[in-house]
Nanobody, 116 residues
């Protein structure tokens, strides 16, 4: 069973940057698309970005397009989310996700707080 662990969150001022990491263990995540989601207090979890298993295709929510970049290093079994020009509305817990055999696999999340 694959396990995901996010890291890299923290407190940053508006306009700043953070790089989140998602490390997979237990089995390789090669062959699986990876997604990032986020959940702000009192709101539903929302899609942020997706990357195909090869890294050749990406997709972003309109709210982060042009500011966030998703990537992956399959040799390291790790995915990334580079977040630039952060805004207070980006404050949330960020989760990485893969789907294995129809089952959603989630990490524990990492808190990102953007101060104004």
């Amino acid at each position: 069973q694959v396990q995901l662990v996010e890291s890299g969150g923290g407190l940053v001022e508006a306009g700043g940057s953070l790089r989140l990491s998602c490390a997979a263990s237990g089995r390789t995540f090669i062959g699986y698309a990876m997604r990032w989601f986020r959940q702000a207090p009192g709101k539903e979890r929302e899609f942020v970005a997706l990357i195909s298993w090869s890294g050749g295709n990406t997709n972003y929510a309109d709210s982060v397009k042009g500011r966030f970049t998703i990537s992956r290093d399959n040799a390291k079994n790790t995915g990334y989310l580079q977040m630039n020009s952060l805004k207070p509305e980006d404050t949330a817990v960020y989760y990485c996700n893969i789907v294995v055999g129809g089952t959603n696999i989630w990490g524990q999340g990492t808190q990102v707080t953007v101060s104004s």
